[in-house]
């Protein structure tokens, strides 16, 4: 519990970022005429490997590697279906206009990104050195 204490001021400020970039591609995807699905995965593909590197050396304290991305991916990748569901019910059902859509769709996923970011992530040894890179 105490690594997800330490690790929480600096997943918020990693995540803030992520969070504005993806709203960014979702809005001007949206006002380009892109369909839901469409702004959903174009995010996704800028924002996996964008997210990793950040979360991996600043939250995580980690060196990125092929097998963290490979879970970090795995994991995210749940996240399109959820982001299209939130902005298909949302935007496209309710009508509410992508700049209200998005942001709700990023706040409804931002503690499951935190679980699925530590369980891909996080160091796995038993006397973690946190905070130094490996």
Do not use: K
């Not at 995210?76 to 935007?91: C, E």
């Not at 709700?104 to 499951?112: H, I, R, S």
């Amino acid at each position: 519990m105490n690594a997800h204490l330490r690790r929480s001021p600096r997943y918020v400020l990693v995540s803030l970022f992520c969070m504005g970039l993806s709203n960014a591609i979702l809005i001007a995807a949206d006002r380009l005429g892109f369909s839901s699905a469409a702004v959903v995965i174009l995010s996704a593909v800028v924002l996996i490997p964008v997210g990793f590197l950040f979360q991996a050396r600043v939250t995580f304290a980690i060196r990125p590697n092929l097998e963290a991305f490979s879970r970090y991916a795995a994991a995210l990748a749940l996240n399109v279906p959820l982001s299209w569901l939130v902005l298909f019910l949302t935007h496209d059902l309710a009508g509410l206009d992508m700049v209200l859509a998005a942001p709700l769709a990023t706040v409804l996923l931002f503690l499951w990104t935190y679980f699925v970011s530590s369980w891909a992530l996080a160091r796995r040894s038993p006397h973690p050195t946190e905070g130094t890179l490996q």
